[in-house]
């Protein structure tokens, strides 16, 4: 199956993020659909390893939400890291965070930027989590559910700001390649975690 994707249609606007979009687009989908394997909200423990999986995956990023630098350049940036609420919602299901035996990744410089792409880029998609977690679970953004409720502004809205943002960085093409590798790595990582909290067997 090849992955290769036709570059004649992409816009001549080939912007930051719609490179990292369209370069990491089949990692991405291998993740959604390796999430939705799991079942997350087929019952409460289930959803307890997804909110463990969601806890060590958002620690690491919550130092690049809370970069310095990066704040000067993304308003607010800060105020979107969602560690701090995703044990909240553990908290609410009498549950405790995941302690990861490994040392986490710590990514830095351009890399640090792909993972903050994968990481703004899952509450876009949560819409679909978030429902699944009230309707199934009863869960809702007071309760169990709060990381993944939408941004005051609404997820689309929110999410364009973001873009905006990142495009405005004016990213070399270098650091752009890292950024992508971050991305990458960022995805690969949350595979490896959810096998794990899920006792689901590493792939080859």
């Known amino acids: 199956m090849s992955h290769h994707h036709d570059t004649t249609d992409v816009p001549t606007e080939n912007t930051f993020a719609l490179y990292l979009k369209t370069n990491s687009r089949a990692t991405h989908d291998s993740v959604d659909n390796l999430v939705m394997s799991v079942q997350p909200f087929a019952n409460n423990n289930n959803y307890i390893k997804f909110l463990q999986l969601q806890s060590v995956f958002h620690k690491i990023v919550d130092d690049i939400y809370k970069?310095?630098?990066l704040n000067q350049q993304i308003p607010n940036l800060a105020?979107?890291?969602?560690?701090?609420?995703?044990l909240q919602?553990?908290?609410?299901?009498?549950?405790?965070?995941?302690t990861?035996?490994?040392a986490l990744p710590k990514p830095t410089g351009a890399e640090a930027l792909g993972w903050l792409y994968c990481a703004e880029g899952s509450n876009l998609g949560a819409a679909f989590l978030y429902k699944d977690a009230q309707n199934h679970l009863n869960m809702s953004a007071e309760h169990g559910a709060r990381h993944l409720a939408p941004h005051?502004?609404?997820?689309?809205?929110?999410?364009?700001?973001?873009?905006?943002?990142l495009n405005n960085l004016n990213v070399s093409e270098e650091d752009k390649?890292?950024?992508l590798k971050g991305a990458l790595n960022a995805f690969a990582f949350y595979k490896v975690l959810l096998r794990e909290i899920f006792e689901v067997p590493q792939a080859a």
């Not at 105020?79 to 995703?86: D, G, I, M, P, Q």
């Not at 919602?89 to 995941?98: C, P, R, V």
């Not at 005051?152 to 873009?163: I, L, N, Q």
């Open 67 to 69: 970069d310095p630098k």
């Open 152 to 165: 005051a502004d609404g997820r689309g809205k929110h999410w364009r700001e973001f873009v905006a943002h």
């Open 79 to 86: 105020e979107l890291a969602r560690y701090e609420t995703v």
């Open 89 to 98: 919602d553990l908290q609410d299901l009498g549950a405790q965070a995941k």
């Open 100 to 102: 990861w035996q490994t």
């Open 177 to 179: 390649e890292d950024a």
